[in-house]
């Protein structure tokens, strides 16, 4: 084949459903923060494989354990056995992540996905309350399968899932893409009152912060109300942390810093710390309502996953990952002076290692795939969200080298100024 040559991809793309129109070139390898093409040229990664790449390409210390379980035999698939990377992933994920949080969740393997987690989490919710209603927020983003697309907010993604509405209600969130709203006051009202036509759901299920949605933060006193508002009226609180948890918003999990205890927590993407696929449901021990056989999958907890997550989850005792990720999130916090200095018409929100850059006010869409495209031929990957696409989502490995960020910072920053 010819070095980044993608005319091959546009070929098989008249059989193949595929999405890559937007980085032309052919990667294959990638190591820290810099993906490679097969000719050689490095691409600054601030996407991440979409969250689930928190610690980098290809982490040398996962990496490790990784090729000694599979150089050892390492079992391979154990589903309903005891196994030794079960064990040791569940003994890290307790003593390095949840004790030390004060929290006191069981764990459910919920498969491959954080589409299966979501769904677990709402299935979990029914049973346990017997009622079938939702609550969800516009601009949230949840998967792409019949539950979890039921509170996924997009329009465009429902029709192509043919979603009825379901049970679900819809109110805007805090500060989200349709501006502030009291949204937990409306619910409150709603469930309050014997007249509303409504009835307390099974369950609220929310983000920390919408990521897909645009990159909105939810406040701490704002996650803080709802958890009381929910307890109140006995609805159950479920935290989608497939794209905030695992260090991304500068804590473990994105919720961690507003002092609140979920009911359910939903946690994928960068769990395995390797791109490995795994995802869990968190749940109040309350909650373990279901019996043997009520929740099953073939492809519930990969053994492999299992080896690079406990490694993954070691990070976390580790000064010099901690104090790595938080220089980057002042960095990051720095950058959003730069580019309101550049250009007021720019809202930058964000939280630890996540920044949104919305350009809605400031040329939206067409700007934003303006700036991506000058980023990328000067070697930065950046994706876009919000509703319109309209929100650059800067999201470096919480690992990356000062310099590389700056680097990458300052591509965005000519990006935006020459566009
Ligand atoms: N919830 C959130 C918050 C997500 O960001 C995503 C993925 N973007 C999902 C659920 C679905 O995860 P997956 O794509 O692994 O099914």
């Known amino acids: 084949l010819a070095t980044t040559d993608t005319s091959v991809f546009e070929k098989i793309e008249s059989e193949v459903r595929m999405y890559c129109r937007t980085f032309p070139v052919v990667f294959e390898r990638a190591k820290g923060a810099l993906l490679h093409t097969?000719?050689?040229?490095?691409?600054?990664?601030?996407?991440c494989g979409a969250g689930s790449l928190n610690y980098g390409h290809n982490h040398d210390a996962v990496k490790r354990r990784i090729i000694d379980y599979l150089a050892d035999d390492g079992l391979m698939h154990g589903l309903d056995m005891h196994t030794v990377a079960k064990r040791d992933f569940l003994t890290r994920l307790t003593e390095v992540v949840l004790q030390p949080r004060g929290l006191d969740f069981k764990v459910q393997f919920t498969?491959?996905?954080?589409?299966?987690?979501?769904e677990a989490a709402l299935k979990l919710a029914r049973r346990a309350t017997g009622r079938t209603g939702l609550t969800a927020f516009t601009g949230a983003y949840h998967g792409m399968s019949r539950g979890s697309l039921e509170v996924t907010g997009s329009r465009r993604a429902?029709?192509?899932g043919t979603v009825a509405g379901g049970d679900v209600t819809f109110v805007p969130f805090e500060d989200g893409p349709l501006g502030p709203f009291d949204s937990i006051?409306?619910?409150?009202?709603?469930?309050?009152?014997?007249?509303?036509?409504?009835?307390p759901p099974a369950a609220v299920v929310v983000e920390s912060v919408q990521m897909e949605g645009g990159v909105y933060p939810a406040s701490r006193e704002w996650l803080r109300r709802l958890r009381e508002v929910t307890?109140?009226?006995?609805?159950?609180?479920?935290?989608d942390e497939i794209q905030t948890g695992c260090g991304r918003t500068g804590a473990f999990f994105g919720f961690e810093e507003s002092g609140i205890v979920p009911d359910i927590v939903t946690v994928s993407k960068s769990l395995s710390g390797y791109g490995l696929p795994l995802s869990l449901t968190l749940f109040r021990r309350e909650l373990d309502l279901w019996q043997p056989g009520e929740h099953t999958g073939t492809f519930r907890g990969n053994q492999l996953a299992f080896v690079a997550a406990t490694a993954a989850c070691e990070l976390w005792q580790q000064d010099d990952f901690l104090s790595g990720l938080q220089q980057g999130a002042e960095r990051l916090a720095r950058f959003r002076a730069d580019a309101a200095a550049l250009d007021p018409g720019l809202v930058v929100r964000g939280r630890g290692m996540v920044l949104g850059v919305d350009t809605a006010g400031a040329g939206g869409a067409e700007r934003a795939e303006r700036v991506q495209r000058h980023a990328f031929e000067r070697g930065l990957i950046v994706e876009r969200c919000g509703r319109y696409d309209e929100v650059l989502k800067v999201m470096p490995p919480l690992t990356i080298e000062p310099g590389l960020l700056d680097d990458g910072l300052g591509i965005l920053l000519d990006a935006l100024q020459a566009n």
Request: hydrophobic letters at 40%; zero cysteines.
């Open 158 to 160: 429902r029709r192509a």
């Open 38 to 47: 097969d000719d050689g040229r490095p691409f600054i990664d601030f996407f």
């Open 231 to 239: 307890e109140r009226h006995g609805v159950l609180l479920i935290l």
């Open 185 to 199: 006051g409306l619910i409150e009202r709603l469930w309050a009152d014997p007249s509303s036509g409504t009835e």
């Open 111 to 118: 498969g491959p996905t954080g589409t299966d987690a979501v």
